[in-house]
């Protein structure tokens, strides 16, 4: 295999296994010479997921235990998309095994489960491990980065960020791990969705101070596989409103929206962030574009800027074309391969600090809820 690779190793090979494999072998649309992943091993416990790599022309090694598979000299890095309860387990052991690591959200099921990942890191600070969030390399969400970074938006009045689902709706869709307290964790919806309303503001340093939560569960039963219904424990939606803060040193809320059940929508994400000269906003129901406006101190009309498909890690397709959400994982683990290498990476991926502050953040929430108080993000360590 050519040195303009970096070989991995996938572990869960379920729907976002197979997404990065399918970014791996579309590697040709990034401009540049940025090493293309080659997944020369997968793992997974189901025969039939693992099964799908045999269509991966590049996958050659083939694990049920992944134990084993982190004993092949020949992976570099690890992509791993298992359920919540295994992060901590999972990612602790490829670190030590010395692999780099991009994992998935909410990285650990909880608090003492990323201080576990925390120690692994802690042991082996050459290894990179950064966790999966695509929503913020959309062109039109970077374009809302640099008029941030700018200073555009001068004085913030209000940040919102949020995602809604509303495949929960049907209530005869059967249970899974997502919606099970052992496999997804208190959380609940936090936990699957939390990351994606974070990225943005976590490294535009807008920072939560303070958490109120409205979390519900609202389908308390669920069809298992057979039909019976059973216990649907966990929360299905999640509205916190915070005390945030940003490096000017403005006073503002911050609202996160994590949502299964949002009629209407289906993997939307929102981004909207006011301000007093400046504002914008972005829809995924609206994905190559983003509204802004200016203030003049009298009337502020909104625009529409189309700024179709200009991402970071420039690519083959004309600006003038549409950018989608596979676009996106291209661009996220163009990063995360860029910063492996030590190249210029424009966005970096969500990083291990900005997960053990969306831990804090989703704890307070927790305790929010169960107090029916407003929780300091400084009380939880
Ligand atoms: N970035 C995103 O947009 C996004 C979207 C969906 C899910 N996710 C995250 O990805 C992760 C996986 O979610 P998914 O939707 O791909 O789930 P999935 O259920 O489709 O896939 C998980 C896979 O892990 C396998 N698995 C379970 N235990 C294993 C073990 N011990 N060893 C190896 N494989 C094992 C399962 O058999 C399954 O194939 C979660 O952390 C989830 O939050 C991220």
Redo the contacts with the bound molecule.
């Keep these: 295999m050519s040195e303009q690779t970096v070989r991995f190793g996938v572990?869960?090979?379920?729907?976002?296994?197979r997404e990065f494999a399918s970014a791996s072998l579309r590697w040709l649309h990034l401009q540049g010479n940025l090493p293309r992943p080659a997944i020369i091993a997968a793992?997974?416990?189901?025969q039939a997921?693992l099964d799908w790599f045999r269509r991966d022309p590049d996958t050659k090694y083939f694990y049920?235990?992944?134990h084993e598979m982190l004993q092949n000299p020949e992976i570099e890095a690890v992509y791993a998309?298992?359920?919540?309860h295994?992060?901590a387990k999972?990612y602790g052991d490829v670190i030590r095994a010395g692999k780099h690591l991009i994992?998935?959200?909410?990285f650990g099921l909880d608090r003492e489960a990323f201080a576990e990942i925390q120690r692994a890191m802690d042991e082996h600070p050459d290894v990179l491990v950064r966790c999966?969030?695509?929503f913020p390399f959309y062109p039109a969400v970077q374009k809302m980065v640099e008029w941030y970074k700018s200073g555009a938006f001068g004085q913030i009045i209000e940040a919102k960020f949020a995602i809604k689902h509303s495949s929960d709706m049907d209530l005869k869709k059967p249970i899974?791990?997502?919606r099970t307290l052992s496999a997804n964790g208190e959380y609940g919806c936090m936990?699957?969705l939390g990351i994606?309303t974070q990225h943005l503001p976590f490294r535009l340093g807008m920072l939560p101070v303070s958490v109120s939560a409205r979390l519900s569960n609202i389908a308390k039963q669920r069809p298992n596989q057979d039909g019976v219904l059973v216990p649907c424990e966990t929360w299905d939606n999640a509205t916190l409103l915070c005390d945030g803060t940003n490096a000017a040193g403005d006073e503002f809320p911050i609202t996160f929206e994590m949502k299964r059940m949002a009629p209407g929508c289906t993997n939307t994400v929102e981004y909207e962030i006011y301000g007093m000269n400046f504002s914008a906003k972005f829809t995924s129901d609206d994905p190559n574009a983003i509204h802004f406006t200016k203030n003049d101190g009298q009337e502020q009309a909104w625009s529409r800027l189309v700024v179709g498909s200009k991402p970071a890690f420039p690519v083959i397709t004309g600006g003038i074309f549409e950018f989608g959400f596979s676009d996106s994982l291209l661009q996220m683990f163009a990063a995360f391969v860029a910063e492996l290498k030590g190249l210029p990476c424009p966005f970096a991926c969500f990083k291990p600090e900005e997960a053990q502050l969306s831990h804090r953040v989703l704890t307070a929430a927790l305790i929010a809820q169960k107090e029916h108080r407003s929780v300091a993000v400084s009380e939880i360590e």
């Design positions: 572990i869960g090979c379920g729907l976002m296994g793992c997974d416990t189901n997921n049920n235990d992944y998309a298992v359920p919540h295994l992060h999972v994992g998935e959200k909410p999966s969030s695509e899974n791990w997502k936990g699957d994606h």
